[in-house]
């Protein structure tokens, strides 16, 4: 099924643990980003790919790291874990250049205690 | 960088009615203007999207227009329905940059049958 995917859906982590979550997509878009949405601040950038084995930080990458090894794959950590990391977050990607069109994921709602 | 600013942050109308959400940009190298609709619970889709180059747009029911020199654009929708209630995202990219989009803080509409 064409389309992106993320895992988990939902995760309920406590505070300082190691998480990661996985985004991928079959679409052989170049570009591939991570949003966090938060009630009353809309969707803000995390971290960027615009082609494999390149990373570029977004509004708010603290916190966070991200890898492209390659063109579907697109995975976000978070090396420790904090309250004010409790989001949803959603992966998207696009051609650059073109229609600029991104296609988001399903989100994942996580909840750090 | 860039900063979207999205007004209002909820708008009510009468089913049939005409809305309106308007947002502003300050880079004025941005060039890419798409409009999200999110529903609750799931992930934004794009609705509609207009270039720099042109200073309308219409898909049946919704219009986008874009003032490049006063920096805003806004969105209309018209015979509004139920279903056109969601939260809708305004954003603004530099297809020749980075590529990366940057969100307004997202308007609820609800379509009051």
């Known amino acids: 099924i064409a389309g992106i995917t993320q895992a988990p859906t939902s995760q309920i982590l406590a505070a300082g643990r190691r998480m990661t979550l996985r985004c991928t997509q079959d679409m052989r878009h170049n570009a591939m980003y991570w949003y966090r949405q938060d009630l009353g601040l809309g969707l803000r950038l995390i971290h960027y790919s615009n082609t494999a084995g390149t990373t570029g930080k977004g509004e708010v990458p603290d916190g966070y790291s991200v890898s492209r090894a390659n063109t579907d794959d697109f995975p976000l950590t978070l090396a420790s874990a904090v309250p004010s990391q409790t989001s949803v977050y959603f992966c998207a990607s696009s051609w650059t250049g073109g229609t600029n069109e991104q296609f988001f994921g399903p989100g994942t709602r996580l909840t750090v205690l | 960088g860039e900063n979207v600013e999205q007004h209002p942050s909820t708008l009510s109308v009468q089913e049939g009615d005409s809305a309106v959400i308007k947002c502003t940009y300050s880079d004025s190298a941005s060039n890419y203007f798409p409009w999200y609709k999110q529903e609750l619970g799931k992930r934004p889709q794009l609705i509609i999207d207009i270039r720099s180059n042109v200073g309308e747009k219409k898909d049946q029911r919704i219009a986008v227009t874009l003032n490049k020199t006063a920096k805003h654009f806004s969105l209309h929708i018209t015979e509004t329905q139920p279903e056109d209630s969601a939260v809708y995202f305004c954003?603004?990219?530099?297809?020749?940059?980075?590529?990366?989009?940057?969100f307004g803080t997202g308007t609820r509409l609800t379509v009051i049958p």
């Open positions: 954003a603004a990219s530099n297809s020749n940059g980075a590529n990366n989009l940057f």
